[in-house]
């Protein structure tokens, strides 16, 4: 089975703080997404991966950047965390084009509280 | 996906009744289609996909139906059970972009 783990189920950081968040997948996926959930918004991507080093900004970047120095791991990272990036932030992993499906794995996802 | 709204839209249905899911999509282009489902505390699971040059598709106690006159999508779960309680999200993509776009879920409850 493919497993994506994420480092912390829930984190609470200060405004302004540099906040990591990491991503792990077992199964030599090339692409990586991360995303954040809110009520009634559904899933908003913010950056994917296809490769190591290889980033692409999503519908919400601002805020946000990635890092992908090897193939299993993409970390979110928020700069100066702010109030209105209290979300549930969800990693995913798919291999390349598999013929008939973009079935993307998703990790347990972090709840991240900023106060 | 769904219209954007602050409220989860819900559906309420008695266990062992059929689900009924809708999913309206915008871009005329999206040719493959998938649908989640999210348990409390979890990650969303793959429930099933579909692409465009079918009209139907069926998995273990699923169908979904896409209509692509009206860019609309429905997932159907038979003789609901308890476990069904989830948040259920459809997502659509133009096949050769790995992106998908997710609609804003619908909250499924069983009622025992």
């Known amino acids: 089975d493919v497993k994506v783990t994420q480092s912390s189920r829930y984190l609470v950081k200060r405004t302004g703080e540099k906040v990591f968040l990491e991503c792990v997948q077992d199964?030599?996926?090339?692409?990586m997404f991360w995303y954040r959930q809110d009520p009634g918004l559904g899933l908003r991507l913010i950056y994917f991966s296809y490769d190591v080093k290889m980033k692409e900004k999503g519908d919400i970047p601002e805020g946000y950047s990635v890092s992908r120095e090897k193939k299993e791991r993409f970390s979110l990272i928020l700069e100066s965390a702010s109030t209105n990036q209290t979300s549930m932030y969800l990693c995913?992993?798919?291999?390349?084009?598999?013929?008939?499906?973009?079935?993307?794995?998703f990790g347990p996802g972090t709840r991240l509280t900023v106060t | 996906g769904e219209s954007v709204g602050l409220h989860l839209p819900t559906l309420s249905v008695q266990e062992g009744d059929n689900s009924i899911i809708n999913c309206a999509y915008s871009n005329s282009a999206s040719d493959y289609f998938i649908w989640y489902k999210q348990e409390s505390g979890k990650g969303p699971q793959f429930i099933i996909d579909i692409r465009s040059n079918m009209d139907k598709r069926q998995g273990q106690r699923v169908t979904v139906l896409l209509n692509k006159t009206v860019k609309h999508l429905s997932l159907q779960i038979a003789a609901t059970q308890p476990g069904d309680s989830a948040v259920y999200f459809c997502?659509?993509?133009?096949?050769?972009?790995?992106?998908?776009?997710f609609g804003t879920g619908t909250r499924l409850t069983i009622i025992p």
């Open positions: 997502a659509e993509s133009n096949f050769g972009n790995e992106k998908l776009t």
């Open positions: 199964m030599d996926h090339e692409n």
């Open positions: 995913a992993s798919t291999p390349p084009g598999r013929e008939g499906s973009y079935e993307q794995y």
